[in-house]
C-alpha cells in the first residue's frame, strides 16, 4: 500500500491506522534491539511503546531531515536516555576516556578493523567469528553492554549507521562515539579471545 517512505509518512500525518501498522512491521525490530541496549530487555518494550507515542504526536512536525527510520531510533534514543535519568543509571560521558592506544589500532578511521579479514592468521580469535557458537556469544555480549556502549555498536555493527549518523541518533559529539565504539570493542575482543582459550562465552 505505501511504496515510498513518503507515502508511508504522508499516511501516518493523516492518522491512517493502516501506515502506522506498516512503519511498525518495519521499524519495530531496530527500535526494540536499540532500546534493549540502552536500558535492558525488561523495559525496552515499554520504552519503544512510549518512542511510537512520541512520534505519533510529533509525526506532522517531521521535517525529512532524516529518514523516517533514523528520526523513530533517535526518538527512541531520547526516551531511553529519559528513563535511564529517572533511575540514576545513564552513563556519563565526560567521565568517558581514550582507550588503550595499542587496542585503537586495531580499527581504521571509519570504525572496521584494521588490517581487513583477509589478512588475519586462520588460528586467530576473528577466525572464530564464523562459528555459530561464537555469533550467539557475541550477540549475548551486545545486549549485555553498557547503556550507550551497546547502542553504539548496534546502531554501528547490527544496522550499519555512519558514525554522523550514530551522533545524529544519540545526540553525542563525534569523539564520545568513538570513544564508545571503542570500548564496546575492547570489550568484544576481549571476548573473542577468551572463547579461543577456553570454549566458553564470556558474560563481562
Request: hydrophobic share 40%; with cysteine; glycine share 4%.
Amino acid at each position: 500500500m505505501y511504496e515510498t517512505e513518503d507515502a508511508l509518512i504522508s499516511g501516518m500525518i493523516q492518522g491512517e491506522d493502516a501506515a502506522f501498522r506498516a512503519a511498525i512491521r518495519q521499524y519495530q525490530t531496530s527500535m526494540i534491539y536499540l532500546a534493549r541496549n540502552l536500558v535492558g530487555e525488561k523495559i525496552a518494550d515499554e520504552v519503544v511503546q512510549e518512542a511510537w507515542f512520541s512520534a505519533m504526536k510529533a509525526i506532522e512536525r517531521f521535517e525529512k531531515r532524516s529518514s523516517l527510520k533514523t528520526w523513530l531510533l533517535r526518538i527512541v534514543a531520547n526516551e531511553g536516555k529519559t528513563r535511564l535519568r529517572k533511575e540514576n543509571r545513564m552513563t556519563s560521558l565526560e567521565a568517558l576516556t581514550e582507550v588503550d592506544p595499542s587496542f585503537a589500532t586495531r580499527f581504521d578511521d571509519t570504525g572496521h578493523w584494521e588490517p581487513g579479514p583477509s589478512q588475519w592468521d586462520a588460528d586467530s580469535p576473528e577466525a572464530l567469528m564464523t562459528r555459530d557458537e561464537l555469533r550467539a556469544c557475541m550477540d549475548q555480549l551486545i545486549d549485555a553492554l553498557p547503556d550507550m556502549q551497546g547502542a553504539t555498536l548496534n546502531l554501528r555493527e547490527r544496522q550499519g549507521y555512519s558514525l554522523k549518523e550514530i551522533c545524529n541518533i544519540l545526540e553525542i559529539s563525534d569523539s564520545n562515539v568513538r570513544v564508545l565504539l571503542h570500548r564496546a570493542r575492547q570489550r568484544l575482543f576481549r571476548c573473542i579471545e577468551h572463547f579461543e582459550d577456553t570454549g566458553d562465552c564470556c558474560t563481562n
